[in-house]
């Protein structure tokens, strides 16, 4: 029967992840369509005026209008700004978050995120995913009530619940983010791998693998028609698609130019780099001079109309020389016509005649995926005029003014990503690195400008983002092409070498600035030969004993900041620290304050052979579960009326503390307290004594590198004075 | 300064690297083209001889030398049996088995697998590669010295000599040696990551990225016409091509094809659990009748002769019925022609006439990767008699038997893998349930009964290995379409779990069955409430003082086999141990005894405020290589002529111990020791009372199920009696 009811919640579990995949899948699916209804809303109203003047005016308004929904959505639930991928990679580390996994930051993410891509900023779709799956995961393990039909499913989510599991859980969420995102469940495996992988076992490969497999696989019955001639597609495929739009794999790398790749990810990295600093520069301006809300509106309604103004004045002005007629779409003619024809419709005409297409208003002002496919997969020759599809100026006099738009709109109000905007930058740039190798001789066939142009995504991704193994994929299995994978793979590593030797990676920069504790896979190089536990740890533990006066607890709580108190039995001998029973954790205390669970007896025996409890256990898994309700200042902070009679009272917290706990001598090296904080995700430990006294805790921020700076300029200084 | 060179060191790492996937891809270049060259010996040599039996009597002759051969560098190095994947997977996990990485093991494995393949035994070259890769690395970072003009590079390999660097390096050798097998890098990284990753870093990831993409690069070099219409190819790029070819991109999937996946996923399960039950049976068998070297050749031979002659006899007998026209080599005639008619010339005709092929002997008399490939792409029809291209009772005659044969080889005394063995054998049962869905009226489109021999093959590969994410990126990177992806999940996640519910997965099977000490990812569930740190200990410790004589040292390692002694400083208080300096190693000890670097001071003064040296100091890395080269008998029964005043000497033993130590308290519980030991790969770890006495150690193999069987129920006992 044991190993029935084993199966049975085993069974549970892989129905709760199937049941998020499917809930991750159908948030991207509403995404995707929404913001596609808000485009074409606008598209149509706009039609109904007749200057061009006014249809700019009236398209501009409605930019605006959705640009302040998106921002309201910010104003109302802050933790939805920006992408969510750093706080994702934050919570993963192990560091607490206020709000970050809650229904309201999921609500106005969705929402802020449709709205945001509605408005024409430079921002896409696919970043906000991974936040989403994550909030997705958190949310059903928390068991969050939402519709009575799930409930039992959701109620069997409760096997998720204690801390751990819910981590695996969110790795999980998140790949099938990436997943639903990209189509690229491997991708998404490999990069909750490489972001999130401060700890990780088999089982959670298995459950990430499983959640990234079921919303493929979801996509994959909505939308039959994609895989095979029969079967009807429920949904719009071109939802689903990648970003990317599948490629022929008739296309072929020569070794030359993989020379030519590795190139163009050096520049990449160069110019990653340069961005990554950029935002640095930028969000200290922010920080100094956008701190307000309205400030904040005005800044989300200025780059909405610098980046609508610049495109639209950038299209008219190059109305003399960028009309250009457009190429028959005769299959015959192309060598994949199947990968080019579809995208030729997407060519526009703005003011052009007929049967014309603008080059830059084409790349301006269609949506960030539709550009994206045309320098994807448009070759190089007009096979109408045999110039180039997109001449150099007009490449030039997008990537240009589109790099300051990223750099401006990265980090502004709204909730939102940007991945596609840097693919398409690359992608810009990388075909025009392209057309310049043919105008050098490059032999014609080695001259498609499409791979190139892939290359230059892969190459300014890599140089921001800094990802190599999870991009290799994720560029593979978007692209659909294996013969890809070398080259992405060199690009990606020359772009990852290059910028790391200016900035780190973009996400570890927001971490940085936002100044999460976030434990990097190694302590720096300096610390490791000259400080040891004993100089990392804070000296005075404030311990409590097992059975413990409420007075004191209560005290305790209000004078000190700590998280972890350990259970320290009274000591017979003067110098010695007595027995230690286990660890506690602050919540808990909070907890077992408020439900004034409290025992009388007069005399308390603190000795460790005696297992009489003095006071009645309360329900452990309830307990967790208000804890789990606890907002964080109330944690930091607590309230609790108490009646003078109560405050002579006594609480036995053995039955609430932790008996399994972590320790390490005082002179253990820094390399080994960063293995057991990163390995085992642990946010204290305790330091022991040679005497094994329990003389000190290292909680997480003290293994951050600026407090370890600190604490070996006072031994510095200490050693010096000594001397002197 | 200081920065340069940290920089010159972690690109000499890089270099190091690079070069280890260099000499794994020759090697396996080196491994393809000899046991192709020595078939083709074979072939010529047979063909001397007229009458068919002649023929027959010579190629088996030949075969049975080939055999012999291979058997020998077994009997040389028996470490070098098997595929080592198992062994591998147990070094990763930390447990060390002598000599599996030793150059004489490499050398034995090379030339074996060489000689297992050409004796047209149903093994594999794929599963031996991933340990030849292990090997390369390893010898690589202990700088064993090859050839002059490479020992600067590999001086500078010695910034891997430390014991988790070493590792990792080797994590990134398998992880190459999967690359060169199957062209499949990002498949590599997976295996390596699902099968040994006990203890994970980013830095690993990078570091087996990397080293895939080496290989991977190397290949493409070398094969430069491979990848497009430019370059010449320095190597025959046949002997590049991973097992399967690649696969038109045109081949679709519908939806109500993922259901019979799904079924032969399940049946796949079934099949590899029946297999390794049976394996399970023969390695019993095995291990009381073939005990003896003689012994072991005649089943060497045996089976040689069993293989080559039922082989033989069912293409023969078949004549019959199984001569068949084959098809016209005309492109225009297939869909996919450039999949197909290469592949052709692959039919044996055998005794058939000219222009006919025998169907049985096509499969049985090929060697296994020509068979492989003749199933994964002709068409259902043949063109010229619109009759199946293998019958279905073609298909039985092969599967059945054959189905023995790896149950019978698998395990020999050969250096072998079963990869390819398992595939061809999925491959016919695949191809047989595409046809037998055809005929049950399944529309012929989706008939593609090509689709169901790939899918049977990852079923069965699946159902015996149970690998899921890396074999998925395998089969995908193999076959070279990224729509095969979701149909490979859900075949292999379905094997997975069927397999599951019968038997382990072969390797742990294996692993058990040598009895290596490897730790599972989770304790078994039954101990988890019932055990905790206390009751899986060794109680008496037997401990060391920091300043010992030298008599006690030659004592301890005498009488004990323990591994590592803490250092413990006496103690005043009579019931208490003293405080503890740090751990000292086995090894370490016999190396300083070896070093006879004694002390004779009269008066030693065992004070821990006393940082004053009693023996001079070592030099502690030459101390590491020595503990290196020694083997595991000196370590374990080390003899040390000592004089008799050497005894009353005195050792310092404070600068080659360990100071930084890992405890736990008794009441910890079993996941938690179980996390500690995996996350940070331990040996030992030190038990605290909870009055703080070092009270027990905890080694890998108190976590092994049986020792933690045979304590619960001691236990259980002991509670019993005390009831009664």
Chains 1, 2 share one sequence.
Not at 161 to 181: I, Q
Not at 395 to 413: D, T
Request: with cysteine; aromatic share 10%.
């Amino acid at each position: 029967i044991l190993r029935w009811q084993t199966r049975k919640r085993s069974l549970l579990r892989w129905l709760v992840i199937f049941f998020i995949a499917i809930v991750i899948e159908t948030l991207y699916l509403f995404i995707s369509y929404s913001s596609a209804t808000l485009v074409t809303f606008r598209t149509t109203f706009t039609l109904q005026f007749q200057s061009g003047w006014s249809k700019y005016v009236i398209k501009l308004i409605l930019s605006c209008l959705y640009a302040v929904i998106a921002f309201l959505m910010v104003y109302l639930v802050p933790a939805s700004a920006g992408s969510g991928i750093p706080e994702t990679k934050a919570f993963l580390n192990g560091i607490r978050i206020p709000d970050i996994q809650s229904l309201s930051t999921l609500t106005a993410k969705v929402f802020g995120t449709i709205f945001a891509v509605a408005a024409g900023l430079p921002v896409g779709k696919y970043g906000p995913m991974i936040h989403i799956g994550s909030i997705v995961a958190a949310c059903t393990s928390r068991r969050a009530r939402l519709i009575r039909p799930v409930d039992r499913l959701l109620e069997a989510a409760r096997v998720f619940s204690n801390h751990s599991e819910r981590r695996d859980l969110v790795v999980a969420g998140a790949a099938a983010g990436v997943t639903a995102a990209f189509a690229a469940p491997i991708g998404g495996l490999l990069l909750a791998w490489e972001e999130g992988s401060s700890y990780w076992s088999l089982k959670v490969t298995w459950r990430v693998f499983f959640c990234a497999t079921g919303t493929l696989l979801f996509t994959y019955l909505l939308a039959g028609s994609r895989m095979g001639p029969a079967g009807a597609s429920l949904v719009d495929p071109s939802y689903m698609q990648s970003y990317a739009g599948s490629f022929s794999t008739g296309i072929r790398v020569a070794n030359e130019d993989l020379l030519l790749f590795v190139g163009m990810g050096v520049l990449g990295g160069i110019l990653g780099a340069a961005f990554n600093a950029l935002h640095w520069h930028m969000s200290r301006l922010r920080h100094s001079y956008v701190c307000t809300w309205p400030r904040r509106l005005m800044e989300v309604l200025g780059v909405t109309v610098v980046v609508s103004t610049v495109g639209f004045l950038a299209s008219f002005l190059s109305e003399s020389w960028a009309c250009r007629p457009v190429p028959p779409a005769e299959p015959s003619l192309y060598e994949d016509a199947a990968y080019v024809v579809p995208y030729l419709d997407k060519l526009l005409p703005l003011t052009c005649g007929p049967g014309h297409y603008n080059e830059v208003a084409s790349l301006y002002l269609n949506d960030g995926v539709s550009a994206l496919r045309l320098l994807f997969h448009l070759p190089r020759l007009n096979l109408s005029d045999d110039k180039p599809m997109f001449s150099l100026h007009a490449l030039a006099l997008f990537a240009g003014p589109y790099f300051l738009f990223l750099v401006l709109a990265f980090g502004v109000s709204v909730p939102s990503g940007f991945f596609v905007p840097q693919l398409l930058l690359g992608a810009a740039l990388g075909r025009m690195a392209g057309q310049v190798v043919v105008v050098f001789g490059h032999p014609t066939y080695l001259g498609q400008v499409r791979v190139f142009a892939i290359m230059g995504s892969a190459a300014f991704v890599g140089g921001i983002t800094r990802m190599v193994p999870s991009m290799t994929v994720i560029m593979l299995e978007a692209t659909g092409n294996l013969f890809f994978l070398l080259p992405f793979a060199l690009v990606l590593l020359s772009a990852h070498w290059v910028g790391d030797l200016f900035t780190p990676s973009i996400y570890d920069m927001i971490i940085e600035i936002k100044g999460y504790p976030f434990l990097r896979p190694d302590p720096p190089k300096w610390a490791l030969a000259q400080l040891r536990a004993r100089d990392l740890m804070t000296p005075q533990v404030v311990s409590l004993r097992p059975i413990e006066t409420v007075k004191r607890v209560q005290e305790v709580l209000c004078t000190t900041g700590h998280n972890m108190f350990p259970l320290l039995y009274p000591s017979s001998h003067p110098t010695r620290s007595g027995a230690l029973f286990g660890t506690i954790m602050r919540e808990t205390l909070v907890v077992l304050l408020q439900a004034a669970n409290f025992s009388s007896t007069a005399s308390v025996n603190n000795d460790p052979d005696n297992p009489e409890l003095a006071s009645p256990v309360l329900d452990f898994a309830q307990l967790l579960e208000s804890a789990a309700r606890l907002s964080s200042r109330v944690i930091a902070q607590p309230v609790i009326p108490l009646t003078p009679e109560d405050e002579s009272k006594w609480m036995d917290l053995r039955p609430y503390s932790n008996p399994s706990v972590y320790f390490v001598t005082e002179d253990s090296s820094v390399t080994k307290v960063y293995r057991l904080f990163r390995g085992l995700g642990l946010r204290h430990l305790l330091v022991l004594s040679i005497e094994r006294d329990v003389c000190g805790v290292i909680a997480r921020h003290d293994l951050m590198p600026n407090s370890m700076e600190s604490k070996l300029r006072k031994i510095k200084a200490c050693k010096n004075a000594s001397k002197a």
